[in-house]
């Protein structure tokens, strides 16, 4: 998969996207990302990218100009047709459903917004997702569009590693994730379930399954719950 990020800010992304997860996929070839400036397509010698809003009010709006000219030559220097996402907060929530499609795509261009928003014309003259993740309002896209990267590219095949693999199938059971544990089996007094230590897979995965439920329930009782059997649990966090 190749993705294109447009920012005014590349240089936010490098540290994230060599790190960890990302850097890993990257570095192994699973995923290749650019980051491109609007600045560099600016049209006047102070590489304005942004001006007041045509009518009044607060801010400043990114003109169409720039975005317009970042994006094709961007989209010039490869063939076939990419996946266009405008990251903004009028945009379709962000679901694990999203996110399993996405990563479908050879070809991802994300647009990432600034100031108070873009011209208009930017949403309507080009072919785009909008996507938003989440009901609050970042200063700008790139948060959105790290957190869109991840997502996308810990699903790629070979991304999490082999003992990960099954893991990331059931993500789309949409359950959060049973509690877990590590050493010390006592820490302050808090310790861990007898289940964990008895080296009953079943009963483990049984507890697991239940603990699962019950914490969807209390905590996320929007999401669906398919049959109880097919759950596997694994929405972390
Ligand atoms: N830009 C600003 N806020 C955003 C949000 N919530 N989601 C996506 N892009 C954004």
């Excluded at 499609?101 to 917004?113: F, K, R």
């Excluded at 590693?161 to 007094?189: I, N």
Aim: some cysteine.
């Amino acid at each position: 998969m190749h993705i294109d990020v447009l920012t005014l800010f590349p240089e936010v992304f490098d540290p994230y996207l060599s790190t960890s997860i990302v850097g890993r996929a990257v570095e192994g070839g699973l995923a290749s990302i650019d980051c491109t400036s609007f600045r560099d397509f600016a049209h006047d010698k102070h590489r304005s990218v942004d001006d007041r809003p045509f009518g009044g009010g607060p801010g400043m709006l990114l003109m169409c100009g720039p975005i317009f000219d970042t994006l094709e030559d961007v989209e010039s220097r490869r063939t076939g047709e990419p996946v266009r996402i405008l990251l903004t907060p009028q945009g379709e929530p962000l679901t694990q459903r999203v996110v399993a499609e996405l990563a479908t795509a050879p070809w991802l261009v994300m647009l990432c917004g600034h100031y108070e928003g873009f011209d208009e014309r930017i949403r309507t003259g080009i072919p785009v997702r909008e996507i938003s993740i989440g009901d609050y309002v970042l200063s700008g896209g790139e948060p959105a569009a790290m957190v869109l990267i991840d997502a996308i590219v810990r699903l790629l095949p070979g991304a999490l590693g082999a003992e990960h693999a099954a893991a990331d199938d059931s993500f789309s059971s949409g359950v959060l994730e049973h509690p877990q544990y590590t050493r010390p089996r006592d820490f302050r007094g808090m310790t861990v379930p007898d289940v964990l230590l008895s080296g009953d897979h079943g009963k483990i995965a049984g507890w697991r399954s239940e603990q699962a439920i019950q914490r969807t329930h209390r905590r996320r009782p929007d999401l669906a719950i398919d049959k109880p059997n097919s759950l596997r649990p694994t929405a972390s966090g």
